[in-house]
């Protein structure tokens, strides 16, 4: 029983480092990254795809991606998929690809995504503890209800605690890597 609490607390706590890593992918870092689009939509034949279903991304050059399309009719699609981003990338279009060419990015701008890293990092301790706050509740009802000693649950609490606090560590280590990466001149 406290096996099955804490196999699906450390569940949801993967996924919120999953979540978090994600969400960080789609930060920009002066690097080209394939993950900076992963979260474009394209409107094509009155549908909606993300980019990676309409279109091949690739990385040629270290600041520099290229996105060659499936079918040649949609690159106008893409593009205004892209504007509508707010990546602040101006697509460059030759007629079979598109490019992006990744700015270098300002002192201010690093600063503003460290920011913004940190208040994610933050979102992700904060539901890694909401995850711990819902298994103590589960263990104190557990022990309320008799189906376990108090022994139990003072076992299960720290367990959960060691737990909590492992990947706490992980969502640091994270955001601190996705911080260097941003700082990265």
Same mark, same amino acid.
Do not use: C, W
């Given at each position: 029983?406290?096996?099955?609490?804490?196999?699906?607390?450390?569940?949801?706590?993967?996924?919120?480092?999953?979540?978090?890593?994600?969400?960080?992918?789609?930060?920009?870092?002066?690097?080209?990254?394939?993950?900076?689009?992963?979260?474009?939509?394209?409107?094509?034949?009155?549908?909606?795809?993300?980019?990676? @279903?309409?279109? *091949?991304?690739?990385?040629? /050059?270290?600041?520099?991606? +290229? =996105? #060659?399309?499936?079918?040649?009719? $949609?690159?106008?699609?893409?593009?205004?998929?892209?504007?509508?981003?707010?990546?602040?990338?101006?697509?460059?279009?030759?007629?079979?690809?598109?490019?992006?060419?990744?700015?270098?990015?300002?002192?201010?701008?690093?600063?503003?995504? @460290?920011?913004? *890293?940190?208040?994610?990092? /933050?979102?992700?301790?904060? +539901? =890694? #503890?909401?995850?711990?706050?819902? $298994?103590?509740?589960?263990?104190?009802?557990?022990?309320?209800?008799?189906?376990?000693?108090?022994?139990?649950?003072?076992?299960?609490?720290?367990?959960?605690?060691?737990?909590?606090?492992?990947?706490?560590?992980?969502?640091?280590?994270?955001?601190?890597?996705?911080?260097?990466?941003?700082?990265?001149?």
């Amino acid at each position: 029983m406290i096996r099955d609490l804490m196999q699906d607390a450390e569940s949801r706590m993967r996924g919120a480092i999953s979540a978090l890593e994600s969400d960080l992918g789609g930060f920009r870092t002066g690097r080209a990254s394939v993950h900076l689009l992963d979260r474009i939509v394209v409107e094509m034949y009155g549908v909606e795809m993300p980019l990676n @279903q309409t279109a *091949v991304v690739s990385v040629p /050059e270290p600041q520099q991606l +290229a =996105i #060659r399309p499936y079918d040649a009719n $949609a690159i106008s699609a893409i593009e205004r998929a892209i504007l509508k981003s707010n990546l602040g990338i101006m697509p460059n279009n030759d007629g079979k690809i598109i490019r992006l060419n990744i700015p270098r990015l300002t002192e201010e701008r690093r600063r503003d995504l @460290q920011k913004m *890293v940190g208040r994610r990092v /933050e979102e992700a301790k904060v +539901a =890694i #503890r909401n995850v711990r706050r819902d $298994a103590l509740n589960d263990l104190r009802d557990f022990e309320n209800e008799k189906m376990i000693t108090e022994d139990d649950l003072h076992r299960g609490q720290d367990d959960l605690q060691e737990l909590t606090n492992n990947y706490v560590k992980k969502v640091d280590t994270i955001g601190g890597k996705k911080e260097a990466e941003i700082m990265e001149v």
